[in-house]
């Protein structure tokens, strides 16, 4: 279940990055400049390359060790078959996780450019106006009303 998790978290995360920074070319430099194509760019290359990585080492890790489950290992120590490839999967996978912080991060000029606006408006008085509900004063002259009661 990890490894789906993985595939879906980082292999559909690394396609929206190729995928935005292609668009970021197209863009440019209407929205924004060439430099920031290039940074998306090598955000991109580096998404890809922890991603080989993480992939590479955890097919060693997994074939120096027939038999073991490896998913449910949950100690390693150094010198043993496949704690390198461990080591090297770890960091890859972090490092991918610290590159799709950073893609995301080369966003903050382009949302400064946007101004977005609410307005509230108020359909009735109170928020138990319905045809489902009876108000308190339908009932007869009371202290209690849904938002007072501490329990039903």
């Known amino acids: ?26 863009m440019q430099p209407h929205i924004h400049s060439k430099t920031m194509f290039w940074t998306r760019l090598s955000v991109g290359i580096w998404t890809l390359s922890s991603i080989i990585s993480m992939f590479v080492s955890s097919v060693i890790m997994y074939s120096t060790l027939p038999g073991v489950e490896v998913n449910k290992k949950l100690h390693w120590t150094p010198g043993e078959p496949g704690f390198t ?61 849904p938002l007072l009661t501490g329990s039903i």
């Open 1 to 26: 279940m990890h490894l789906v998790g993985a595939i879906l978290t980082f292999g559909i995360g690394a396609l929206y990055v190729f995928i935005q920074t292609a668009l970021s070319y197209l």
């Open 85 to 145: 490839a461990h080591i090297v999967s770890t960091i890859s996978e972090w490092s991918l996780a610290l590159s799709f912080i950073s893609f995301f991060l080369t966003y903050i000029r382009d949302f400064k450019k946007i101004n977005l606006r609410a307005s509230a408006e108020l359909q009735s008085n109170h928020l138990y106006e319905s045809q489902h509900y009876r108000p308190v004063s339908a009932r007869g002259p009371t202290e209690t009303s």
